[in-house]
């Protein structure tokens, strides 16, 4: 049996040269992407308390997340999420800033993904968040931003899938059926078992024009013209009317920018965390069958820090994406040239050539060895593109031939 020593916990892993190199490109190249679209960077800090998440947010994810005991007997959490931390930083350290308020994050979270094999613990997020606006425009914003952002990644083949958790949650918090059964309507509409959830929705007390929306809204996805055509078929209230022209309005801006390729409805989706409260959407590829991105609106998250501010945005996962781009072998880095230089002039003279070479964008490293055969075999598995040889008046000497060193 192998000893502890040498094994990792469940759900997390180590990341060797190669991924560390993708990860790092892919998050400098969303990053920049976001930068780009007025976003600006913060980060909160790995432990949170756990007192900072709401009841409903403890209620759909408190088993899942980590737990520490503080030294003053405080209960502490490793972040499961990246939104609630930066509402909890505008709310005590931006409060004066000017709206709309434009934030990305590249930043570690922890809790059990049970979605995945192996219950995935540790989780690589890069996000945008926008407050301040209220309108569609907000909604088409963020979700334009995540498709140039995996464009400008070489992703292909992707598709945003679309929602309206205001249809869904106008429907169930006023009905006067029990909590569980509320939530085996939301299940059976996640995972579309149309069956089960017709059979539900009979058994209940429920009138019957909602038997009819409950039970057609997660047969409803697809085209966006097509399925906004159905939808105003059915027995729609004045405010279920308005959340589906929100929605179409969402879609005709994103397809105003040229981007309406990547876009599908989907009017039974519906998502496990309760703060969202408008458009929501996920993001995924035909190469692999899991969430890369996730997002939405989710005005009433910062009435639990007493500020009336409405807010969306979205988060990739990070490691999801890079499956997904070597999958469609699109994931690849621009090599630098690399440099080992073999010294014998003098210390400034070398840090001098040194200095000059990496301005120009090359790796360079000066070689610690001294014995030929290791040298060369060093060059070989390193892949080393040149090697150079300083003199000690400072002229630089390309080396050809290591063994007639």
Request: net charge negative; proline share 3%; glycine share 6%.
């Amino acid at each position: 049996m192998q000893s502890r020593r040498v094994m990792l916990p469940e759900g997390v892993q180590d990341l060797l040269i190669d991924d560390c190199i993708y990860r790092r490109h892919i998050e400098d190249t969303l990053m920049e992407n976001f930068i780009k679209s007025g976003y600006m960077e913060v980060s909160s800090p790995t432990l949170e308390y756990y007192d900072l998440f709401s009841k409903d947010y403890l209620a759909s994810n408190g088993d899942k997340m980590f737990k520490l005991i503080d030294t003053n007997g405080s209960i502490l959490v490793l972040r499961p999420d990246c939104t609630v931390p930066i509402v909890r930083m505008i709310s005590t350290k931006m409060k004066d800033f000017i709206y709309p308020l434009k934030l990305c994050y590249v930043e570690n979270v922890f809790r059990i993904d049970e979605e995945q094999a192996g219950k995935k613990r540790e989780f690589r997020q890069a996000g945008v968040e926008l407050f301040g606006v209220a309108s569609y425009r907000a909604d088409a914003e963020v979700i334009i931003t995540a498709i140039e952002s995996l464009k400008h990644l070489g992703l292909e083949n992707f598709q945003i899938d679309i929602g309206q958790i205001k249809l869904l949650k106008g429907i169930l918090e006023p009905m006067k059926i029990a909590e569980e059964e509320k939530n085996s309507i939301v299940y059976h509409m996640e995972n579309k078992n149309f069956i089960a959830l017709d059979r539900l929705i009979e058994e209940l007390p429920i009138e019957e024009s909602i038997q009819t929306i409950l039970k057609e809204l997660p047969r409803l996805f697809g085209e966006p013209r097509e399925v906004l055509e159905q939808v105003k078929n059915l027995p729609l209230t004045i405010t279920m009317i308005e959340a589906i022209e929100e929605l179409e309005k969402v879609w005709k801006m994103i397809e105003g920018y040229g981007l309406g390729k990547y876009i599908s409805l989907d009017l039974g989706m519906v998502t496990t965390l309760k703060y969202y409260s408008g458009v929501i959407f996920k993001g995924f590829t035909r190469d692999l069958g899991v969430v890369l991105l996730s997002g939405g609106r989710y005005d009433r998250l910062l009435e639990d820090f007493d500020i009336e501010c409405p807010a969306t945005g979205f988060a990739f996962v990070v490691n999801k994406i890079t499956k997904a781009l070597k999958i469609q072998e699109n994931l690849s880095v621009q090599k630098k040239k690399h440099i080992l230089l073999l010294e014998e002039g003098k210390g400034r003279t070398t840090a001098a050539v040194i200095e000059a070479l990496r301005k120009q964008g090359y790796i360079v490293e000066v070689s610690l060895l001294k014995n030929t055969k290791d040298l060369i075999e060093y060059v070989q598995r390193r892949n080393i593109d040149q090697v150079m040889k300083i003199d000690e008046k400072g002229n630089v000497e390309i080396i050809e031939d290591l063994g007639g060193l």
